[in-house]
């Protein structure tokens, strides 16, 4: 069994858990998930990803994940940010190294 990273998440409703907005994070995380999914979830350091992609120069909105998420290369799978086109970042990681 693998350990339980621990990040703060709030549940908002039956659907969606908040990653509070803290230290170098520029805005909160959000995570699409039910009860049982957001257990599955914590198992691996996909929502650190999140809080991570959260913490990204020129982010815009929340950094934001789907229900299929799990650990990545950077971003988590199944993560979702929006960039500044001026101040932001592209990063490969939030698509995937094997993207051509």
């Known amino acids: 069994m693998t350990e339980k990273i621990n990040v703060k998440v709030q549940k908002i409703d039956p659907w969606r858990w908040l990653i509070p907005r803290e230290g170098a994070m520029k805005t909160d995380g959000l995570v699409y998930a039910d009860e049982k999914m957001i257990k599955d979830i914590q198992k691996d350091q996909s929502l650190l990803?999140?809080?991570n992609v959260a913490t990204l120069p020129g982010i815009l909105g929340k950094s934001?994940?789907?229900?299929d998420i799990h650990w990545g290369y950077g971003f988590p799978i199944g993560g979702v940010a929006a960039f500044d086109m001026g101040t932001g970042v592209v990063?490969?990681?939030g698509v995937g190294y094997d993207i051509n």
Do not use: F, I, K, L
């Open 49 to 51: 990803q999140v809080a």
């Open 64 to 67: 934001m994940a789907m229900p």
């Open 91 to 93: 990063s490969p990681g």
